[in-house]
């Protein structure tokens, strides 16, 4: 073919051609087959690849079932003829690939118009959105082409309940109701439905995410139950974008690379496949950018979703899930994600998206459609025939309405734009609003749908179900394999998310806000205690004040800073052991180890001034022994924290309860009471506060005193164990509460 001069140069000749054939086809009913077939080649040369759905729509076979409904609808009335031609419209995809090449233009002939939602949807791509090779042709397009274990998806009446338990009284509340269908290689399945339809929800049962008791049917992956095996096989692309904002697009997919890519390859190359996937999902231009966030300007939503997706098919998944993966975004960007799952799909992949309402562009871009309302399946079939369906049980638009939007009300139960069966328009109840619209009820309108689908096609697609899929036992049994295959090895994945968490929080790490807060307290207790001496057990109860301090200070800062750290990752980590991605033992000691270096630098910065200022004893020996001291006491004050962040996983509870720990802690010191009752005087026992104040008397004042203001200077030993038993005892702790959110999660 010969090239054009430009890519919208293209589009507009084509558009003009086809609105000529859309006309021939509005004008007789024969001639709309012939130009339906013309127009597959044409629509195949306005995409950027001959698209599936637009070839499938231009074959005889397809062409030859909208033909026949219309006739049938010709027959009834002037308002069913009207239904007959927009039946056409989105059976034969012919006026929307018209539509689409329309590009933005709007045009009106025998009273038919195209409706707002497709020509806004018809804006053309710009030709600086198509990256320059590939519009040359010259760049094959690799996405996922590697050959992975094809996995054939069924599911037979799913069931989901959850148990809403109120202040008197326990209810059951159904979420799903029986829902069955099929996806294989190659398909791409939608989920349709108003929200609060259960499309997440189903989504997450069919993606191995929701394995609770309250679930129903069978959902298998060729014909074998869930196993470990597919959590590696699986990609999930969940609704909100679970990224960290620090990190830029590359380092973002080369970690995500280097985590889930089997042992097999070497670091270079699975450096090298986050690149390929950057290149394939047309991120070149950010790949330098930060993700960004709430606080932190990043890249834009589109670029941060083909993100998510790229964390995904990085590992070549033979199943990928998405969750409204073009919420939010323009058409054109939505149209290009969907184009990418179309590519994925074509090398073999399963893929099932939910979509909450696509432009008609994307509607036909899907294989399979299941339609959901109130949990209960409306319609499970080829994309293609939902239409036809819908027409076959009296359920035809009454104007030119985008076939998404037609099927969404539909769901909803709003059928004013819509011509219903007599049986259905009979049902109209004796309510104020039903007797002045003489329309029925929502309620009913539903009803009639799940038993029209129940009665009509639900069995016949049951007994699809049955028929064994056709793939040999040894690929079958493969994914009966319940063993875990780790992409690194443990001291890998260490040492991966250590960088990664070094990274991620790079800004936080030399924040001058913090350098600024530890340096200007020291300069005023340097101040306050400027050159106090040791003369006599005043003074020395004096300066005995600054070392209680110094214990309280770096008690209290590291419990509050670390609280934070397992809360505000939990998404993330919970994505991440979802996808088997690490150990949760790597992930701990990472964590919390990672900002350890700053947290040990501070300290030695705050020591170096108020040491010296405030004149404590003045030799190497006891200022290094104040600074291992110290060092302890922030180690097992952020155990502490950690512990808490862990156990409770929310911020608010855990503040509130860290702040009480700490304050009783402190009060347990042994500086404020010194004569506790004997019934609680364990509590100090509890309190690093109190171990480390004991330290640092010892260490300034053994040499003077064998008391200072009733404290004990003795040997040290009991006091270095507690903190170090603290130390570890508490990372126990958080790491057994990481453990046990995991088992909650079902991950
Ligand atoms: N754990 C739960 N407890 C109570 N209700 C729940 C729970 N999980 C789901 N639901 C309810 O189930 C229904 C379906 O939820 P789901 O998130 O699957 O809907 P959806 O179709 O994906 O909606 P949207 O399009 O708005 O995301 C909703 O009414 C939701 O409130």
Redesign the pocket.
């Known amino acids: 073919m010969e090239k054009p001069s430009s890519f919208s140069g293209l589009l507009r000749t084509k558009s003009d051609q086809l609105v000529e054939a859309v006309m021939a086809a509005m004008k007789s009913p024969a001639a709309s087959e012939s130009a339906e077939a013309g127009g597959g080649s044409v629509g195949g040369t306005l995409s950027r690849k001959p698209s599936k759905s637009l070839l499938a729509a231009g074959s005889p076979g397809r062409g030859a079932t909208g033909g026949s409904s219309k006739n049938t609808h010709i027959r009834k009335s002037r308002s069913a003829q009207m239904k007959v031609e927009l039946d056409e419209v989105s059976n034969g995809a012919a006026l929307s690939r018209a539509s689409s090449a329309s590009l933005g233009f709007s045009y009106s002939f025998t009273g038919f118009t195209i409706a707002p939602d497709d020509i806004a949807d018809s804006r053309p791509f710009s030709d600086d959105d198509i990256p320059e090779d590939l519009e040359a042709g010259t760049r094959k397009k690799t996405i996922q082409a590697e050959p992975t274990l094809p996995i054939y998806l069924k599911f037979t009446e799913v069931t ?1 309940k ?1 148990i ?1 338990k109120g202040v008197t009284s326990t209810v059951e ?1 159904d ?2 109701n029986g829902i069955s269908g099929s996806v294989n290689p190659g398909e791409v399945l939608a ?1 349709m ?12 049962l069919l993606g191995g995410r929701l394995r609770e008791t309250n679930t129903g049917g069978s959902i298998t992956y060729n014909d074998q139950p869930y196993s470990k095996f597919l959590k590696s096989r699986i990609g999930f692309v969940t ?1 909100d974008d679970v990224l960290f904002p620090h990190l830029t697009v590359k380092e973002t997919l080369t970690y995500a690379a280097l985590l889930r890519l089997p042992k097999t390859l070497t670091k270079e190359e699975k450096e090298k496949r986050a690149i390929d996937v950057i290149c394939e999902l047309g991120l070149e231009r950010c790949q330098e950018t930060m993700i960004g966030g709430s606080f932190v300007r990043g890249v834009s939503g589109g670029e941060r979703k083909r993100v998510c997706i790229g964390n995904e098919i990085i590992i070549n998944p033979s199943l990928l899930f998405l ?2 993966p073009t919420s939010g975004l323009d058409s054109t960007t939505a149209l290009r994600i969907v184009e990418i799952l179309q590519d994925i799909a074509e090398a073999g992949k399963t893929v099932v998206t ?1 979509i ?1 309402q696509p432009s008609s562009r994307l509607f036909h871009k899907f294989d399979k459609l299941i339609l ?1 309302g109130k ?1 209960s399946l409306l319609y499970f079939g080829k994309a293609s025939e939902a239409m036809v369906y819908f027409s076959s049980i009296g359920c035809s638009p009454l104007i030119a309405m985008n076939p998404a939007e037609f099927l969404l009300d539909l769901a909803n139960g709003n059928i004013n734009d819509v011509s219903v069966p007599s049986e259905l328009e009979d049902k109209v109840g004796h309510s104020e609003t039903e007797t002045r619209s003489g329309k029925p009820s929502p309620a009913v309108v539903h009803e009639y749908l799940v038993e029209a689908y129940e009665t009509r096609v639900a069995d016949i697609e049951k007994k699809k179900l049955m028929v064994p899929i056709p793939i040999d036992e040894e690929l079958k049994s493969k994914v009966c394999n319940s063993k875990r295959e780790w992409g690194a090895s443990w001291w890998e994945q260490f040492s991966i998310l250590f960088w990664r968490g070094l990274k991620e929080r790079r800004h936080d790490y030399f924040s001058w806000l913090r350098i600024t807060q530890v340096l200007t307290t020291a300069v005023i207790l340097g101040l306050l205690w400027w050159k106090s001496d040791t003369n006599s057990p005043k003074d020395i109860q004096n300066q005995a004040g600054l070392l209680f301090f110094i214990s309280v200070f770096w008690g209290f800062f590291p419990v509050f800073t670390a609280i934070f750290t397992f809360p505000q990752e939990r998404a993330m980590l919970s994505k991440e052991r979802a996808a088997d991605m690490y150990r949760l033992s790597a992930y701990f000691v990472a964590r919390s180890t990672s900002d350890l270096p700053l947290d040990l630098l501070l300290p030695v910065l705050f020591l170096l001034v108020v040491y010296f200022m405030a004149g404590l004893r003045k030799s190497a020996g006891p200022f290094f022994l104040s600074m291992v001291t110290v060092f302890l006491c922030i180690v097992a004050a952020q155990g502490l924290g950690l512990a808490i962040g862990a156990t409770l996983m929310d911020l608010k509870r855990a503040t509130t309860l860290g702040s009480v720990t700490v304050m009783t802690f402190m009060l347990a010191g042994g500086y404020f009471v010194k004569k506790v009752p004997v019934f609680i005087s364990w509590l100090r026992y509890l309190s690093f506060n109190y171990h480390t104040y004991k330290l640092l008397l010892k260490v300034q004042y053994e040499h003077l005193t064998h008391s200072v203001d009733g404290m004990k200077i003795d040997g040290g030993l009991t006091e270095v164990g507690a903190l170090l038993a603290m130390v570890v005892g508490y990372r126990f702790l958080a790491y057994l509460s990481l453990r046990r959110m995991k088992l909650q999660n079902g991950a």
């Open positions: 989901y959850v809403l509340k979420i799903l989920l439905g108003p929200s609060g339809s259960g499309k997440t929800t189903l989504l997450s609704q969750d409204e939910t909450h959901l949990g």
